[in-house]
């Protein structure tokens, strides 16, 4: 004689269910935090909790400390370190940090944020330098990075031009000493005629200037005599 198994009714089975996970059902409200099997009010931004909420008592709170900050509802014991900006690594402070909000970084003249945290930057890197042989076709800013673009034949750049300039043509004068590259100009050998106009033009000034000068000399030594003659011919 065989006995059937007597089937499980569902109240058994929901009892059994609460008794295991009833643990996991205990939640807080959004402004309470959860400390052994109380809710405890959250202290406000700016603030710590100095002691946990009883039966009797509400939560203690203190205002952070300077150099630290708290900027939402909390149950930590401890306010959060104020982030440092460091000049060593291109960062510089944009915004003073509060016992309400943290301090807020942002590149140094010279490099881009690469790593930004809501208005701030958390990680920078320099600048690209164009190298010789290339213009910058777009100035690096605090959130993107220069962009270098190569010369065409027949200019040149050092790297830091907006744009190529073209070689001097010293072909055309017949005075080319050495052939203009990317990254350099072309050397022309100075003309005969230059430097003989260059000379005649010092000379010829060295000449005006003296010839006023002996002018000038020769005036006031005839106002000289002039005056003496005058002296003689009117005794007092």
């Given amino acids: 004689m065989t006995f059937g198994r007597k089937p499980l009714t569902a109240a058994p089975l929901l009892i059994l269910v609460m008794n295991i996970f009833g643990g996991h059902t205990f939640r807080c409200r959004q402004f309470e935090y959860q400390i052994d099997n109380e809710c405890c009010p959250k202290c406000p931004p700016g603030s710590r909790v100095k002691s946990h909420c009883t039966e009797f008592r509400s939560t203690s709170c203190l205002p952070c400390t300077e150099g630290t900050f708290m900027n939402q509802p909390t149950g930590q014991t401890l306010c ?55 213009y910058i076709r777009q100035y690096g800013t605090a959130l993107t990075d220069t962009e270098c673009s190569d010369c065409s034949a027949g200019t040149y750049s050092d790297g830091t031009f907006p744009s190529c300039r073209p070689h001097t043509q010293c072909e055309s004068m017949n005075l080319l ?9 072309a050397q022309c050998e100075q003309s005969w005629t230059g430097m003989v106009a260059g000379i005649v033009s010092g000379n010829f000034l060295n000449f005006l200037i003296g010839t006023a000068a002996f002018l000038f000399y020769r005036f006031r030594l005839k106002k000289g005599c002039l005056n003496r003659e005058r002296d003689t011919a009117n005794p007092v």
Wanted: charged share 25%; proline share 5%; net charge negative.
């Fill in 80 to 134: 959060d370190p104020c982030t440092r900006c460091d000049a060593g690594s291109g960062l510089k402070i944009k915004t003073s940090c509060t016992t309400t909000s943290d301090t807020v970084c942002e590149p140094l003249e010279g490099f881009y944020c690469f790593d930004s945290a809501e208005d701030g930057c958390m990680s920078v890197q320099r600048h690209t330098l164009c190298r010789p042989g290339q």
């Fill in 177 to 185: 000493i050495k052939a203009g590259t990317v990254s350099t100009d």
